[in-house]
C-alpha cells in the first residue's frame, strides 16, 4: 500500500473546472449557485424530504454508466439556487455494493456544498453508523432528524441541540411527510452552505496503537503528494483497508485532479482576502 503512494506523482497541470467531476457524475452546477446531495438509510423518509426540498422540480435518470436511478431537483431560497442530488439510500459508504459505491463517490468526489443527512428518529444509533461515514469524509453537513412524530409516539426523547454540539453540525427535527421542520432545515442547508454556519463534524479517534501508528505513517506520505486533499486521515484508513475504488482513483489522477480543484480554491481565497 505505502509503495502505491510513494508511485504516485503529482506533475504540473493546468487547473480543471471545479465541477469537473460533478459533470462526470452526471450533474451540472451550471446556473446554480450550490449542490445539496441527501443521503440517508433506506426507509427513513428521504424521499419525501427530497419532494418537500424540491417539489414539482424535479427529474429522474440513471447515474451513468450504472443501473441505479438518479432523483435530481432544484429549488430557490432567499434568492440563490439549489440543486439536490438524492443519493441512493444506504446504511453504509464503504463501497460494498453499487449504491454505496455511487453515494460514497458523490460525495468524496462531486464535492457538494452541502450534504443532508436524513436519519430516523426512532432508530437514531443504527442510523449514526452512517452519519460518522459521511462526516469523516466532507465538512459540511447538516442532520434531518425525520419521523419526529414517529419517536413521540414510542416515547422517544431526543436532544437535538446536545446531538448537535456533539456531532458539531446543524441537527434540525422534521417530519417531512406533514411538512414540519422544513423551513427550518431550508434555513440550516443555506446557513451553511453560505458559510455563516461553521461545521466543526465529530471524527472517530482510533483506539489501537498499531493502527494509530500505521495511519499516522500513511498520513504522512499521502500529504506529501497530496497537500491540499481533506480528510487525509480518512483517505488513509480508507487504502489500509483496501478499498479498490480509492486505490484507482490514486493511480488514474482522480485525486490529483481533486487536489487541484482545492489548491485553486484556497489560492482564490487568499486572493480575496
Known sequence: MFDTVSNVSNPSKEPIPEDYHLKRMGVEKKDYDYIVALAGN??????TVFNDLTGLHQHTGNWPGKTVTQAIGAYEYREKMF???DLPGTYSLLAISEDEEIARDFILFGHPDVTVIVVDATTLERNLNL????LEITQNSV???????EARRHQ???NHEKLSKILGIPVVPTIARYDKGINDLLNAIY??????????PYRIQTESPVLKRAVDQLAKELETVYPHLPNIRWLALRLLD??????EAMRSGELEN????????ISNEMLAE
Not at 42 to 47: A, E, H, Q, W
Not at 143 to 149: E, G, H, P, T
Not at 242 to 247: A, E, V
Open 258 to 265: 481533486i487536489v487541484q480543484i482545492n489548491s485553486t480554491s
Open 156 to 158: 422517544i426523547k431526543i
Open 242 to 247: 483496501g478499498d479498490q475504488r480509492i486505490i
Open 131 to 134: 452519519v460518522l461515514q459521511v
Open 83 to 85: 440543486k439536490v442530488v
Open 191 to 200: 446557513q451553511v452552505a453560505t458559510g455563516q454556519i461553521h461545521c466543526s
Open 42 to 47: 433506506p426507509n427513513t423518509g428521504k424521499s
Open 143 to 149: 442532520i434531518a432528524l425525520n419521523l419526529m412524530d
